[in-house]
């Protein structure tokens, strides 16, 4: 069955450095998102991205953070100064189709990203 | 907010048993829609149900949706220990974004 990758698994990395996070969403699916999870707290929405440019970010993602889709397969959320609250189990997000019946979306295992 | 605030936050209960979460909203709905989450793991898709729907079947899992009360309600029969997850509801509005509840801890016990 199709699924959602996400590399890494845990990405360690020193305050003020800048990471890539790095997803392949499922082949035939058109919009892509960003999700995060702080240790114990909801899931977040951070970003939605279709037709190569961003359709929705939340209040989270702010200049720190970009989205790309450099080729046709991986898709990848960039924070270039990372803070210690940017620790987070980090989710991706994809799905074939959106509107008011379906919007089903499948997720990746998800990065956890640890700021020290 | 649009925020689903599920209810209880944590449930215990022996295989066997059936496990009902709630989940509550402020805002009107395009859809709901249940994913589970095993520990430290992805969240996994289970069922979507659209607002003009009140029931809603899968296997094991029914939700059902009340609008005008803005509640929903999984309800999994039967349980069993790899049911151990956390449950969240997550809620479709006018974009399409997901917008996630604070989610129920169940732990189901052999």
């Known amino acids: 069955e199709p699924e959602v990758t996400q590399t890494p698994s845990h990405q360690v990395t020193q305050m003020g450095q800048e990471v890539i996070l790095r997803c392949v969403p499922i082949s035939n699916h058109l919009y892509f998102y960003w999700y995060r999870q702080i240790l114990g707290q909801k899931v977040e929405f951070l970003v939605s991205?279709?037709?190569?440019?961003?359709?929705?970010k939340s209040e989270i993602f702010d200049d720190q953070f970009s989205v790309e889709r450099p080729d046709g397969s991986n898709f990848t959320l960039k924070i270039r100064s990372t803070k210690l609250e940017d620790s987070a189990m980090y989710f991706c997000a994809s799905t074939t189709e959106t509107g008011r019946a379906k919007n089903i979306q499948y997720f990746g295992a998800g990065t956890r990203l640890s700021v020290l | 907010s649009q925020q689903g605030e599920e209810d209880p936050q944590a449930l215990s209960i022996q295989e066997g048993e059936n496990a009902t979460m709630n989940c509550s909203y402020k805002?009107?709905?395009?859809?709901l829609q249940w994913y589970r989450q095993n520990s430290g793991r992805g969240l996994v898709h289970l069922i979507l149900?659209?607002?003009?729907?009140r029931e809603k079947h899968s296997g094991r899992l029914r939700v059902t949706l009340d609008t005008s009360k803005k509640s929903s309600s999984l309800l999994i029969t039967a349980s069993r220990a790899a049911d151990t997850a956390s449950y969240f509801c997550?809620?479709?509005?006018?974009?399409?974004?997901?917008?996630f509840g604070t989610g129920t801890q169940l732990k189901v016990e052999l």
């Open positions: 997550a809620l479709t509005g006018g974009g399409n974004k997901l917008t």
């Open positions: 149900i659209r607002s003009n729907e």
């Open positions: 805002t009107s709905i395009n859809n």
């Open positions: 991205f279709y037709n190569n440019e961003i359709s929705e």
